[in-house]
């Protein structure tokens, strides 16, 4: 989400351990729509208490605490608000702890950067979770997706045989990611495609959920 800001006046409320920053772009996913992703379940917000979704941010640092030190004005960041405290990223400006912020690379853009925070915290720690995944097989639900894309990349690098359920409209971007096979879930339930190869999956990355996703994964699919 690209925003002007040439109208817009600094928050002036930077506590001592935070940045303010000058959002450039901040990430859209199915989080915003939860309390998680900032979205408040009650009360419902007013004119006097207003509402400021979305998590994950990118931009330049336009000011900074007096107990912050690893960060200085300029600098371009990315990481997260605090989606909790109902003060997101979808505004002009916005503050995070020093704690929830790290310098952006050089090579991703405010986008890039923006799409990988919570998306990437999720896929790592999946992979994380599922031990090492070295030449096992890999089985990423919802493989085209803003945490399966990262997913799939990460399974790619660190060697495992990756397969990805998704649409046949997007089965080419997942096997440029990675993939070496692509299950595409709406001609056929992917569980019945993937017992037809007479092969087990060793690890399950689900990135969909529901209770048909579910029934596939673990009562017809050997996974």
């Given at each position: ?146 945490i399966g894309t990262l997913c799939v990349q990460g399974l790619d690098t660190l060697g495992s045989i990756t397969w990805g359920v998704c649409s046949q409209k ?54």
């Open positions: 989400m690209h925003r002007t800001r040439a109208a817009y006046k600094s928050l002036g409320l930077c506590g001592k351990e935070q940045i303010e920053c000058n959002g450039d772009v901040d990430d859209i996913h199915f989080a915003q729509g939860t309390m998680f992703g900032g979205m408040p379940i009650s009360p419902k917000p007013s004119e006097k208490k207003p509402v400021i979704p979305g998590t994950d941010v990118a931009g330049i640092i336009d000011k900074i605490g007096s107990r912050v030190n690893n960060f200085k004005v300029g600098q371009a960041v990315f990481g997260i608000c605090n989606p909790m405290k109902h003060n997101g990223p979808w505004a002009e400006y916005c503050l995070a702890k020093q704690n929830n912020i790290s310098i952006k690379p050089e090579n991703l853009d405010f986008n890039q950067a923006a799409a990988f925070v919570l998306g990437g915290a999720v896929a790592v720690s999946a992979i994380n979770s599922a031990g090492i995944v070295t030449d096992k097989k890999c089985l990423v639900i919802g493989a085209s997706g803003g997007n089965a080419k971007m997942v096997e440029n990611l990675g993939a070496t096979k692509i299950f595409d879930y709406t001609k056929s339930p992917f569980a019945d495609q993937i017992r037809k190869l007479s092969e087990r999956v060793d690890v399950v990355f689900d990135f969909v959920g529901g209770r048909d996703t579910e029934k596939q994964e673990i009562g017809r699919a050997h996974v």
